[in-house]
């Protein structure tokens, strides 16, 4: 008769046997789209990205962001850049667009998206790749940079050039919301230990840090339009401006995000596929 330890351990293989395989490690040396969760890289899919010609009202900061991007992924001299400002704006996807036309373009540069909860192990990240010969754009979208003092700390320690940072072949791009870089509660919060002054400028001290800051602001009536009429265009879709502000006011913002959730309805309407 069987034991009760023998019938453990064979109920342990099995489930070994049923496990899914380890996932292979990335090669950073090979490909340009890849995640970091902490324990490891791994390969993505290519992003799905907007042509850089459909971005209206941010044409500066798009601009800004292609040519220092474009500075590293040749070996030049380039910042750590902070995207903040309105959501839905397109700070996350402008990062991507920029990468898939550097690599369109023939650049050997690499994107990296590290997962949030991955922050600390940004170190060990930075270690994986210092080996690599090649430039690497490290991802951290939407960053609470007032959450934790711990995580901002960390990355002034990252930018500041200390024991752990960034090898000249890595740089940051950093999304973030405005409210994040001063949290409104410092100004409430009278009764804290610590001097909301001083925690206000320890919060606006990692933001000097990034040598390249992008603001991105609410888009008015008439960039909200020019957004959906070049969505229109690019997709062959016939456009109604009073449709797209009727769409905009039943969800009370005017947004890159709603312009393009506004095209989906449109394509969905007319029978088109995007």
């Not at 109920?11 to 899914?20: E, G, M, N, Q, T």
């Not at 292979?24 to 789209?33: D, E, F, I, K």
């Not at 941010?58 to 070996?75: F, G, I, P």
Request: negative net charge.
């Amino acid at each position: 008769m069987e034991t009760p330890d023998a019938l453990l351990s064979r109920i342990a293989a099995a489930l070994d046997r049923l496990a899914p395989p380890p996932a292979t490690p990335a090669n950073p040396a090979a490909g340009h789209w890849f995640g970091w969760d902490g324990s490891g890289l791994t390969d993505l899919p290519p992003a799905r990205t907007t042509s850089l010609s459909l971005y209206h009202g941010v044409e500066a900061q798009a601009a800004q962001l292609l040519d220092n991007s474009r500075r590293h992924a040749r070996r030049l001299p380039a910042h750590d850049v902070l995207l903040w400002g309105a959501r839905g704006m397109g700070k996350s996807s402008l990062a991507r667009s920029v990468v898939a036309e550097l690599v369109a373009d023939g650049d050997d540069v690499a994107l990296v998206q590290v997962m949030l909860p991955a922050l600390a192990s940004l170190p060990s990240l930075f270690s994986t790749l210092a080996g690599v010969n090649r430039p690497f754009l490290i991802f951290l979208d939407d960053v609470s940079l007032g959450a934790d003092a711990a995580e901002v700390h960390a990355l002034r320690s990252l930018l500041d050039g200390g024991v752990q940072a960034r090898p000249d072949h890595v740089r940051l791009i950093v999304t973030s919301n405005r409210r994040h870089l001063v949290p409104r509660s410092l100004a409430e919060n009278e009764t804290d230990a610590i001097n909301p002054r001083d925690a206000a400028d320890d919060h606006l001290a990692l933001a000097d840090r990034f040598g390249l800051r992008l603001g991105f602001h609410p888009c008015d009536q008439e960039t909200y339009l020019a957004i959906c009429a070049g969505y229109a265009r690019a997709h062959g879709l016939a456009f109604d401006p009073a449709a797209a502000l009727a769409w905009s006011a039943g969800r009370g913002a005017r947004s890159g995000r709603v312009a393009w959730q506004f095209t989906v309805e449109q394509a969905g309407q007319q029978g088109k596929a995007l």
